[in-house]
């Protein structure tokens, strides 16, 4: 339920439903704003293109091992948005735990704005939770700290999962 919807919420809530899940922080930058360092973070460093599960992937090469990878979606027509035109978002942006904090993702995603940048896309999506971890067991908050780094305001919230208990029928 977004957070634009206070009337629609609160006719859940009349109607004995309970907000039981997540927060869902939605995230947008401006691509032309997003940083490209000119050198990889680390020595040795290069991205290969590839299908990924939520759009095109760009993997981050070490030594010929995949290190970490960023996927994005450009959004087509009609899919989500009613005026799509120049506008993606990130499926998944993970980088190793041991190569964290280095400038990695930074650079990844630097990477991932000049591809988007080709296709003309000007606007950039991302989501991440209000609280908990992610699969990998980093803290939301580091990753929300680093995309206000990085260039994206918050955009909305939206509360996901809600239940409702149905009222007792025996007094």
């Not at 922080?25 to 050198?39: G, K």
């Not at 990130?90 to 080709?118: F, K, M």
């Amino acid at each position: 339920m977004p957070d634009q919807w206070p009337h629609i919420r609160a006719l859940y809530e009349q109607a004995g439903f309970a907000h039981t899940g997540h927060t869902e922080v939605v995230y947008l930058a401006r691509v032309a704003d997003l940083q490209h360092p000119a050198e990889p973070p680390i020595t040795g460093l290069s991205v290969r293109r590839s299908l990924g599960m939520n759009g095109t992937r760009l993997s981050v090469i070490l030594d010929e091992a995949v290190i970490g990878y960023i996927e994005v979606e450009i959004f087509e027509e009609g899919e989500r948005l009613s005026r799509h035109g120049g506008w993606a978002d990130i499926g998944n942006l993970r980088v190793a735990e041991q190569h964290r904090r280095r400038g990695v993702a930074t650079w990844l995603l630097g990477e991932a704005a000049d591809w988007l940048r080709l296709a003309q896309i000007e606007r950039l999506l991302d989501y991440a939770w209000l609280e908990g971890q992610d699969p990998t067991g980093q803290d939301y908050s580091n990753y929300r700290a680093f995309l206000a780094a990085s260039g994206f305001r918050e955009l909305t919230r939206t509360k996901r999962g809600w239940t409702r208990t149905p009222p007792n029928p025996c007094p």
